[in-house]
């Protein structure tokens, strides 16, 4: 659980994640946070790591790889610390790694919810479904989601190279597990209303967000492949 100044919401979120999914462990990267978002992650009952400074959800999501890979861990789930994902979403997300995907995507358009991007915005999303289904070879219809589970060979190839720039984690990775010949599923999900704070989209940031996630993609293409077994930490 990536979280960067979410006292407001990650207790809430923690305490529904474990009401939901008992026996789950729980690790939160608090990426810089200059509020309460580590000590009440801890009081909620979660391990908590904590950044020195803001790297970013790529940071975060990499430092949450690492971690599980030393520990052996098999299966990971991204949920954001705002509230708009829904951890009872997560055993559709796990049913899809047991029937052989590497990355199940929690997705937004896939038929479930009324969730509607609009603007520039939805220009972008419209443009990366179209370059990554062709990419994958499948239809893929939300690849800005933070909503994932993945498997044994999805935290290995992340451990060592989850991708930290903007939008790294999201457009780059994707493009790496497609590189990597991952296979990937997507699951409809509904997504929440933000528990606290308010959405940072306005029609300039989202016209910057369509160009920077063509350069973040531009960027994918041209890098190494991956390998998925590799044990050589970037």
């Given amino acids: 659980m990536p979280a960067l100044n979410e006292q407001a919401s990650v207790g809430s979120v923690i305490s529904q994640v474990k009401s939901s999914l008992p026996g789950m462990d729980i690790l939160v990267v608090d990426d810089g946070s200059v509020d309460a978002t580590a000590q009440l992650a801890r009081a909620a009952g979660a391990e908590v790591a904590r950044l020195a400074v803001n790297l970013g959800v790529g940071g975060a999501m990499r430092t949450g790889f690492r971690y599980a890979a030393a520990r052996g861990y098999d299966v990971v789930v991204q949920v954001d610390a705002d509230g708009q994902h829904?951890?009872?979403?997560?055993?559709?997300?796990?049913?899809?790694?047991?029937?052989?995907?590497?990355?199940?995507?929690?997705?937004?358009?896939?038929g479930k919810g009324a969730y509607r991007a609009v603007g520039p915005r939805k220009y972008a999303m419209v443009?990366?479904?179209?370059?990554?289904?062709?990419?994958?070879?499948?239809?893929?219809?939300?690849?800005?989601?933070?909503?994932?589970?993945?498997?044994?060979?999805?935290?290995?190839?992340?451990?060592?190279?989850?991708?930290?720039?903007?939008?790294?984690?999201?457009?780059?990775?994707?493009?790496?597990?497609?590189?990597?010949?991952?296979?990937?599923?997507?699951?409809?999900?509904?997504?929440?209303?933000?528990?606290?704070?308010?959405?940072?989209?306005?029609?300039?940031?989202?016209?910057?967000?369509?160009?920077r996630a063509g350069l973040a993609l531009l960027l994918a293409l041209v890098r190494r492949r991956p390998s998925v077994d590799s044990s050589d930490a970037a």
């Avoid at 790294?168 to 296979?183: P, Q, Y």
């Avoid at 929440?192 to 308010?198: D, L, M, P, S």
Wanted: glycine content about 8%.
């Fill in 127 to 211: 443009a990366l479904s179209l370059v990554f289904s062709r990419l994958a070879r499948r239809k893929i219809t939300d690849v800005t989601s933070g909503f994932k589970a993945m498997g044994p060979r999805a935290i290995r190839m992340f451990a060592n190279y989850y991708p930290a720039e903007y939008l790294g984690d999201t457009v780059e990775s994707l493009v790496m597990a497609i590189r990597g010949k991952l296979t990937i599923a997507e699951v409809p999900v509904v997504m929440r209303e933000r528990v606290a704070g308010t959405p940072s989209h306005s029609p300039v940031k989202s016209a910057v967000y369509l160009s």
């Fill in 86 to 110: 829904d951890p009872e979403e997560v055993g559709a997300l796990l049913a899809a790694l047991d029937e052989g995907a590497d990355i199940a995507i929690g997705s937004r358009f896939a």
